[in-house]
């Protein structure tokens, strides 16, 4: 029988992580995580301000390149493509970074079409069309890992006024799901990370103070986040797909939220 390597060591592969142009946000510490790891990163994200972040990860030694996309645009996904070449990693992270961002909340009853459409497109056809152009050359070479960043809001528990994002999120683990099965043997993974209340800079004082009653007791960092998605890109998780790894400090399991 052949062995199975368990070692966390990305040495020579290549990962590309999409939405990471905040400096103390999911996306960026998972660059730094990989790239910790040995494989080389290309980062994404909307602004040129992803060029910070590959300076940053440079500085420490780690082989990084930066692209600038809006990845609800088709074209400007195949041109990320183009420049990152050959992906062994992907981590979709790109998305509405705060569930509480102004112009996509709402119930069912009050969210319109437009509006509906437009929180979709960000959170779920993202993860769909980078996911798409990275598979099929995963497949051809008989390896890959996907990790999608969906969140425990949609496919664990919901918030008041978060129709659309939800939605978007459960959506992303039945994508997580499908693309497990139609590529699990050939030697692709994937899978999703939900993280509950982390401390980005997005994070308001509300949600600061959901995450301080958890029983862990405190809101998570995204290095918390960075850790699950090293693990299941490792060579060691090639028998984990299709999954879903909660990172939310037990808050999810509770019945009982008290400040205590």
């Given at each position: 029988?052949n062995?199975?390597?368990?070692?966390i060591?990305?040495?020579?592969?290549?990962?590309?992580?999409?939405?990471?142009?905040?400096?103390?946000?999911?996306?960026?510490?998972?660059?730094?995580?990989?790239?910790?790891?040995?494989?080389?990163?290309v980062?994404t994200?909307?602004?040129?301000?992803?060029e910070?972040?590959?300076?940053?990860?440079?500085a420490v030694?780690?082989?990084?390149?930066?692209?600038?996309?809006d990845?609800?645009?088709?074209?400007?996904?195949?041109?990320?493509?183009?420049?990152?070449?050959?992906?062994?990693?992907?981590?979709?992270?790109?998305?509405m970074?705060?569930?509480?961002?102004?112009?996509?909340?709402?119930?069912?009853?009050?969210?319109?079409l437009?509006?509906?459409r437009?929180?979709?497109?960000?959170?779920?056809?993202?993860?769909?069309m980078?996911?798409r152009?990275?598979?099929?050359?995963?497949?051809?070479?008989?390896?890959?890992?996907i990790?999608?960043?969906?969140?425990?809001?949609?496919?664990?528990?919901?918030?008041?006024?978060?129709?659309?994002?939800a939605a978007?999120k459960?959506?992303?683990?039945?994508?997580t799901?499908?693309?497990?099965?139609?590529?699990?043997?050939?030697?692709?993974?994937?899978?999703?990370?939900?993280?509950?209340?982390i401390?980005?800079?997005?994070?308001?004082?509300?949600?600061?103070?959901?995450?301080?009653?958890?029983?862990?007791g405190?809101?998570?960092?995204p290095?918390?986040i960075?850790?699950?998605?090293a693990?299941?890109a490792?060579?060691?998780a090639?028998?984990?797909?299709?999954?879903?790894?909660?990172?939310?400090?037990?808050?999810?399991i509770?019945e009982?939220?008290?400040?205590?």
């Amino acid at each position: 029988m052949n062995a199975i390597p368990t070692a966390i060591d990305l040495s020579g592969r290549s990962a590309l992580i999409t939405g990471a142009g905040a400096e103390l946000g999911i996306g960026f510490a998972a660059a730094r995580a990989l790239g910790d790891l040995g494989a080389r990163i290309v980062v994404t994200s909307t602004t040129d301000r992803i060029e910070q972040r590959v300076a940053e990860l440079q500085a420490v030694g780690i082989a990084a390149s930066g692209f600038v996309a809006d990845l609800t645009n088709e074209r400007e996904v195949n041109a990320l493509l183009e420049f990152a070449g050959h992906v062994d990693i992907c981590v979709n992270n790109a998305g509405m970074v705060s569930v509480g961002e102004p112009g996509e909340t709402g119930d069912a009853r009050s969210l319109s079409l437009a509006t509906w459409r437009a929180g979709m497109t960000r959170n779920l056809d993202t993860a769909f069309m980078v996911s798409r152009a990275v598979v099929g050359p995963m497949i051809e070479a008989g390896w890959g890992r996907i990790v999608n960043v969906s969140s425990v809001t949609g496919p664990v528990v919901a918030m008041r006024g978060q129709a659309v994002y939800a939605a978007a999120k459960a959506g992303m683990v039945g994508l997580t799901r499908a693309m497990a099965v139609d590529s699990a043997r050939q030697g692709v993974t994937v899978n999703a990370v939900a993280p509950g209340w982390i401390a980005t800079a997005s994070l308001g004082p509300q949600e600061a103070s959901e995450g301080a009653i958890c029983p862990v007791g405190r809101c998570g960092n995204p290095d918390e986040i960075a850790s699950a998605i090293a693990w299941l890109a490792s060579p060691g998780a090639g028998y984990i797909t299709g999954q879903v790894i909660v990172v939310d400090g037990g808050n999810s399991i509770s019945e009982e939220h008290l400040n205590n």
